[in-house]
């Protein structure tokens, strides 16, 4: 059992490159998430997918877009990276929102971006 | 202003030296609070959920309870495999799916 999928684990853009993060749960869950961790902080949601077809902007939205591609995979695009976006991005799922009480989270290993 | 604050930021304990992380919170209602351990390199590992004042739950050398104001994660005779960090989340009573608000986690380190 995979869980929660992401690739790549570690990449080095330049400013104003392009890339896409890409996410895999195989744990039938509705919920998906996109996290970013930074030191002395905690993780901060920057985009949400409730369920397949539907996604909402977390608290660091800006910089970002998302699309769930399916109920499987949720990916995350960073059109024009910038050095702010150094981070480790991690991809997590949940069976349900967090309404449902469904709500502990699945995490991926993590992804480690550098922008220079 | 919702927040989540851990102390301490980092912890060195002896093989076998009990002691607490501490993980306080300011929010608006509480819907729930959640205990995650994060190994190097990886990403965090649901531990516990605790849902009311009062409340507590074990897992082997792990006990996690709740007050109002903060949750405690007692380790008690820790083993070098313990060592982690360790990141608590609170769920606030507003604010729908995401308003999940982690703290910045304390570093363990468990020494033979």
């Known amino acids: 059992n995979a869980g929660v999928t992401q690739t790549p684990k570690f990449q080095v853009l330049k400013t104003g490159q392009s890339m896409t993060l890409q996410c895999a749960q195989d744990?039938?869950?509705?919920?998906m998430y996109w996290y970013r961790q930074d030191p002395g902080m905690g993780l901060r949601l920057i985009y949400y997918?409730?369920?397949?077809?539907?996604?909402d902007k977390g608290e660091v939205p800006n910089g970002y877009n998302v699309s769930r591609l399916n109920k499987r995979e949720f990916s995350l695009r960073l059109e024009s990276a910038a050095p702010s976006q150094t981070s480790v991005y991690f991809c997590?799922?949940?069976?349900?929102?967090?309404?449902?009480?469904?709500?502990?989270?699945?995490f991926g290993a993590g992804s480690r971006l550098t922008v220079l | 202003e919702d927040q989540v604050t851990q102390s301490p930021e980092a912890l060195r304990l002896q093989e076998g030296e009990s002691s607490s992380l501490n993980c306080s919170y300011t929010v608006s209602g509480l819907r729930g609070l959640f205990w995650y351990r994060q190994d190097p390199g990886k990403g965090p590992e649901f531990l516990f959920t605790?849902?009311?004042a009062g409340e507590e739950k074990e897992k082997e050398r792990l006990k996690a309870t709740l007050t109002k104001k903060e949750s405690f994660l007692h380790i008690t005779a820790p083993k070098p495999e313990d060592s982690a960090t360790y990141l608590c989340?609170?769920?606030?009573?507003?604010?729908?799916?995401?308003?999940?608000?982690f703290g910045a986690g304390t570093r363990l380190a468990v020494h033979p």
């Open positions: 744990m039938n869950h509705n919920s």
């Open positions: 605790l849902y009311s």
């Open positions: 997590a799922s949940s069976a349900g929102a967090w309404d449902s009480g469904a709500n502990v989270l699945t």
């Open positions: 989340a609170v769920q606030p009573g507003s604010g729908g799916y995401n308003k999940l608000i």
């Open positions: 997918s409730a369920s397949e077809g539907t996604t």
